[in-house]
């Protein structure tokens, strides 16, 4: 079902402007630092928030045409899933409940099914969660892959503060449960932290997300504000 829900026809209005701006970077092998594409503001400076989706996106399109792309992002789709099944697993969970769990989230989640840059979010969030786990049930020690997945989640997509309030709740709840520091998980999320100025823009682009939340909170942009404030539209 998330297979057939996830491959449909690509609509999303902000693929054109990654291509271009994918192949831009490969072009000049350099990051964008004006704003290049509108021509009535060139002078102005730019951020790009995604140069690794951007160009690995480009490189599938030049290679695979959009069906490439199109499967792919269906893959990414599925493995997300997996990765759910697999946490859901680890909790002994029973089966008949974990398809159920699934499956609302497939219907829910079906509208957010194109191609974005979001999915690697997606991705990348249910990699950290599932590390997390592993550790605190001390089934597997993988911390060390934070840093990674934090270093390519701030070059792929803005929300990789995610990661960053994830390791924190669950150093937190050790520390609240054990009455002690998780000092291999404090030190691999100081380094996460770290890596995260290991971009094109520095700080820039790891202040870029708490601007989206100060100037775009009052803005009708749906991605940028909390759900809850729906409840209190008549859009609902």
């Not at 402007?17 to 004006?34: A, E, R, V, Y």
């Not at 792929?156 to 054990?178: A, N």
């Not at 909390?226 to 209190?232: G, I």
């Amino acid at each position: 079902l998330v297979a057939l829900l996830a491959t449909t026809r690509i609509n999303n209005f902000d693929l054109g402007t990654d291509l271009k701006t994918g192949q831009w970077i490969l072009d000049h092998h350099t990051f964008p630092q004006k704003d290049t594409f509108t021509y009535t503001v060139n002078q102005n400076d730019y951020l790009d928030g995604k140069p690794l989706y951007q160009i690995g996106l480009y490189l599938i399109y030049r290679a695979f045409d959009y069906s490439g792309i199109s499967l792919l992002n269906t893959l990414a789709i599925l493995i997300v899933f997996f990765l759910l099944w697999t946490r859901l697993m680890d909790t002994l969970c029973p089966s008949w409940l974990a398809c159920f769990l699934l499956l609302a989230s497939a219907l829910a989640l079906e509208r957010r099914f194109f191609v974005r840059a979001e999915i690697a979010t997606w991705l990348l969030l249910s990699l950290t969660i599932l590390i997390l786990d592993w550790r605190v049930r001390g089934k597997h020690d993988l911390l060390w892959l934070l840093p990674v997945i934090q270093w390519t989640w701030v070059n792929v997509e803005g929300l990789f503060i995610l990661g960053w309030f994830l390791m924190g709740s669950y150093g937190l709840s050790q520390w609240i449960q054990r009455n002690q520091i998780d000092k291999k998980l404090l030190k691999y999320a100081l380094i996460s932290l770290a890596v995260c100025l290991i971009n094109p823009y520095g700080f820039k682009l790891v202040a870029l997300p708490f601007i989206y939340l100060t100037e775009f909170q009052n803005s009708g942009n749906s991605d940028l504000v909390s759900p809850l404030r729906f409840l209190t539209t008549q859009n609902l």
